[in-house]
T-cell receptor, first 115, second 112 residues
Framework: DGGITQSPKYLFRKEGQNVTLSCEQN?????MYWYRQDPGQGLRLIYY???????QKGDIAEGYSVSREKKESFPLTVTSAQKNPTAFYLC??????????????FGPGTRLTVT | GQNIDQPTEMTATEGAIVQINCTYQ??????LFWYQQHAGEAPTFLSY????GLEEKGRFSSFLSRSKGYSYLLLKELQMKDSASYLC?????????????FGAGTRLFVKA
């Protein structure tokens, strides 16, 4: 079955600790994205990657880091510099070439709670 | 700047028709998407418009007017399972690639 997976579904961390959220896809998509969703604010783009070994900052990249060493994987690290890390994190992927519409396929999300 | 507006909440009755509006101000427009998101779950793709006009897909239709920066999602024969948030999203072209900007979503409540 093709899809996009994120683990774990729920994650709890103490303030001051870095934490890495995993995202894996087997859809052969070139583009991958990380979003953060807070109540009433929709999805905000943290980082995105159009191709392996390349990524760009989104609208709220401060306090986050990513890597894209493999096409299938796009892990997100939430660092201790992120002032308000508690949120629902969604990873997505899409095609970026060929016939549109280039819709995004989302993973099930990771709900991170930092206390 | 880039901005997408949609109503925060709507309520409709089972079996009825509901229209969810979306207005956008963006540069580098490259298509408009509608996604459905049930509470606590991931968004799923519903529809896509890149040219003006109506796209129909079963009980769901989506309309786009690029000159007005306006879209709507029309849901017919509402069912209780349609209670969800509906996200309007615009794909924009940037130097070196594309990104998608999401609206805050419209939470739809379907009542019996």
């Amino acid at each position: 079955d093709g899809g996009i997976t994120q683990s774990p579904k729920y994650l709890f961390r103490k303030e001051g600790q870095n934490v890495t959220l995993s995202c894996e896809q087997n859809l052969n998509h070139d583009a991958m994205y990380w979003y953060r969703q807070d109540p009433g604010q929709g999805l905000r783009l943290i980082y995105y990657s159009q191709i392996v070994n390349d990524f760009q900052k989104g609208d709220i990249a401060e306090g986050y880091s990513v890597s894209r060493e493999k096409k299938e994987s796009f892990p997100l690290t939430v660092t201790s510099a992120q002032k308000n890390p508690t949120a629902f994190y969604l990873c997505a992927s899409s095609r970026s070439t060929g016939k549109s519409p280039y819709e995004q396929y989302f993973g099930p999300g990771t709900r991170l709670t930092v206390t | 700047g880039q901005n997408i507006d949609q109503p925060t909440e709507m309520t409709a009755t089972e079996g009825a028709i509901v229209q969810i509006n979306c207005t956008y101000q963006t540069s580098g427009f490259n298509g408009l998407f509608w996604y459905q998101q049930h509470a606590g779950e991931a968004p799923t793709f519903l529809s896509y418009n890149v040219l003006d006009g109506l796209e129909e897909k079963g009980r769901f239709s989506s309309f786009l007017s690029r000159s007005k920066g306006y879209s709507y999602l029309l849901l017919k024969e509402l069912q209780m399972k349609d209670s969800a948030s509906y996200l309007c999203a615009v794909r924009v072209g940037l130097t070196g690639g594309f990104k998608t900007i999401f609206g805050a979503g419209t939470r739809l409540f379907v009542k019996a």
